[in-house]
């Protein structure tokens, strides 16, 4: 049997989110998904000579391409 998941959009997730990429068979990224604040969507922690350093890109619209 094949395993999906579906998984919301994220910058620089976690790693856990990428360990999920590859133990799944098939993999669908939520296309319409709600904005919702304080989500690994738009924020990411990454290393910095004084600590961890919290980014956020600021949203002011989003929009969906369909490709």
Known sequence: ME???YVGSAYLAPVEYYTK???Y???YVERY???VKQ????RCVIAAADGPLALT???KRVTV???
């Not at 989500?39 to 738009?42: D, F, H, S």
Request: hydrophobic share 50%; aromatic share 14%; no cysteine.
């Open 21 to 23: 990429l590859f133990a």
């Open 25 to 27: 068979d098939k993999v």
């Open 39 to 42: 989500t690994y969507r738009n």
């Open 3 to 5: 395993k999906i998941i």
């Open 57 to 59: 890109i600021l949203l």
């Open 65 to 67: 391409i369909n490709v």
């Open 33 to 35: 998904d709600n904005y």
